[in-house]
């Protein structure tokens, strides 16, 4: 267990983080696709102590309710284990769940092309299996993982990060107590390749100076982890074509 | 779980390039230019048995804020601070879209987005809303009706809770001797202490266009919507995108730009709403 108090202060003298980082800097960051047998395609991605799984299911048969035409349908879920937070989380879905299930689908639908799949549903399932900050960010960028190696065809990666606040100072991927008592909570999801930014929300106050440094910062963070994504699925190839 | 909407309304795709060729003249289909919104009338104390409310039309889209203020237990953590609580309905008679039912996401999502734009910046001083620290606090329920439905739920949805919250009143009550909150169901003079007014500015963006206060045909035909709420510095307070598309960075700067100076516009409207609100009260 990991209990949380107020810290004093969010940046020591030589400009350090409480867990040693500087403010632009990301946690470690571990990924892998292809973790689980029955779907089609999955990652698990960890930023330092957070850690999400994602799966993609189809694109199958869609449901007759929700059939679209010319298109697949995208259906996102993002849900939290009961065992991911300090204290134990209902399993049922909260608000909180259900928005961030549609800004989810809402960041993968610009990626995903789903004009290739018409009359079909994909099916995406965020699980957040620990939460230390960011969850949603580090969802996209196991969404993106997870539905590349589904093998359905995007237009670019995406991946996410978020930025925050701290004793004036603008700082990337916070953790869960600079999320708690730090002063904004910018979560961005962004397809570099295409320049194309699918997801932004602000939690908190920025002058407009400090919104517009704060998406630049994100982009460049998530520039690398998009990279981070290719070599990944890159190297999952390499292997399956050793066996 | 959230699925891409399958019952939106369909727009002829000959619509989307009239509008589209508007929009190279430099025009909007209902002759607005791109960053004004449409005609806004706002009414406060529109209900009696609320603690406040108001009426807000933008456009046609009608949304009603009814305010309750009931006696009610603090959370464990925050001791020293009234409870905030922001609902929206998209009730079925506003649009043949909205369905009976419990929320949607998009009901949701609204609601969320209101609700921390007003508690980040702490808009409401929730500290002024304790009744015994710890043991009883004041709920203030803002519920948010949307009565007719076209477009831009956001906008609307904040200048009403703005107006029903510069309005409303405190419950009058009595402290029985087993400690109990009794409301004596009269009103007090006392207004809810707000530390600053919000206001909240969608833009959607039409393939290179940027339009302030979309209509629902506008909604439906563009790429995506980011909705930004300002304080009267303006202090970005909020910030929500939605709807499928996206945008670039170049994009997004402009639509900061674009979007702060609208969230003066409102700020003007607002303002003049309540002052004159506040001479008819003086007038009777």
């Known amino acids: 267990m990991i209990t949380l108090t107020r810290p004093q202060r969010f940046i020591d003298d030589e400009g350090k983080r409480l867990d040693g980082r500087k403010p632009d800097e990301a946690r470690p960051i571990k990924m892998q696709v292809g973790v689980l047998s029955n779907a089609d395609g999955s990652a698990l991605v960890e930023y330092g102590l957070t850690r999400?799984?994602?799966?993609?299911?189809?694109p199958k048969e869609s449901q007759k309710s929700m059939l679209l035409p010319d298109r697949a349908t995208l259906r996102v879920r993002y849900h939290m284990a009961p065992f991911s937070t300090e204290e134990r989380k209902n399993p049922a879905p909260t608000r909180r769940e259900v928005e961030l299930s549609k800004v989810l689908r809402e960041s993968l639908e610009p990626v995903v092309m789903t004009e290739y799949f018409p009359r079909t549903s994909i099916d995406v399932f965020i699980e957040v299996l620990q939460s230390d900050g960011g969850t949603r960010t580090v969802g996209a960028t196991a969404a993106s993982l997870a539905l590349a190696d589904a093998g359905i065809p995007m237009r670019a990666l995406v991946a996410g990060v978020a930025i925050g606040k701290v004793d004036n100072v603008l700082?990337?991927?916070?953790?869960?107590?600079?999320?708690?008592?730090?002063?904004?909570?910018?979560?961005?999801?962004?397809?570099?390749?295409?320049?194309?930014?699918?997801?932004?929300?602000?939690?908190?106050?920025l002058s407009k100076e400090e919104f517009r440094n704060a998406i630049d910062m994100a982009l460049k963070v998530i520039t690398k982890i998009v990279d981070m994504e290719k070599e990944t699925l890159r190297n999952s190839y390499v292997e399956v074509s050793e066996e | 779980m959230s699925t891409t909407p399958y019952k939106t309304q369909i727009i002829p795709k000959i619509k989307r390039d009239v509008y589209l060729n508007l929009y190279k003249k430099g025009q909007r289909a209902d002759e607005r230019d791109f960053y004004s919104p449409r005609k806004i009338s706002i009414q406060t104390n529109v209900l009696e048995k609320a603690n406040g409310s108001a009426l807000v039309k933008l456009g046609n889209t009608q949304v009603m804020a009814g305010i309750k203020i009931e006696p009610g237990e603090p959370f464990e953590d925050m001791p020293d601070e009234g409870v905030l609580q922001v609902h929206a309905e998209l009730v079925p008679l506003a649009s043949p879209q909205f369905e009976p039912g419990p929320p949607d996401e998009n009901a949701i999502e609204l609601a969320r987005v209101i609700d921390r734009s007003l508690r980040d910046p702490k808009a409401i001083d929730l500290k002024s809303l304790v009744i015994r620290p710890g043991d009883k606090v004041w709920m203030l329920w803002l519920d948010l009706y949307i009565l007719d439905y076209d477009g831009n739920l956001f906008d609307a949805s904040m200048l009403a809770a703005m107006a029903a919250l510069s309005t409303a009143k405190m419950p009058e009550y009595e402290e029985l001797e087993t400690g109990e909150v009794k409301l004596t169901n009269k009103v007090s003079n006392i207004p809810i202490k707000l530390n600053k007014r919000i206001v909240t500015v969608t833009t959607a963006k039409i393939e290179n266009y940027i339009l302030v206060d979309p209509n629902l045909d506008e909604e439906i035909i563009s790429d995506t919507r980011s909705v930004f709420s300002f304080d009267e510095n303006g202090n970005i307070v909020g910030v929500q995108k939605t709807g499928m598309g996206s945008i670039s960075q170049e994009e997004l700067d402009n639509i900061v730009n674009i979007s702060s100076q609208a969230a003066q516009v409102y700020f003007k409207l607002l303002n003049d709403a309540l002052v004159s609100d506040k001479k008819e009260e003086g007038g009777k």
């Open chain 1, 52 to 58: 999400v799984l994602a799966a993609v299911y189809g």
């Open chain 1, 171 to 205: 700082i990337v991927d916070l953790n869960e107590v600079e999320d708690m008592y730090g002063d904004a909570d910018m979560p961005v999801v962004a397809a570099p390749d295409i320049g194309q930014i699918t997801l932004y929300q602000l939690n908190g106050v």
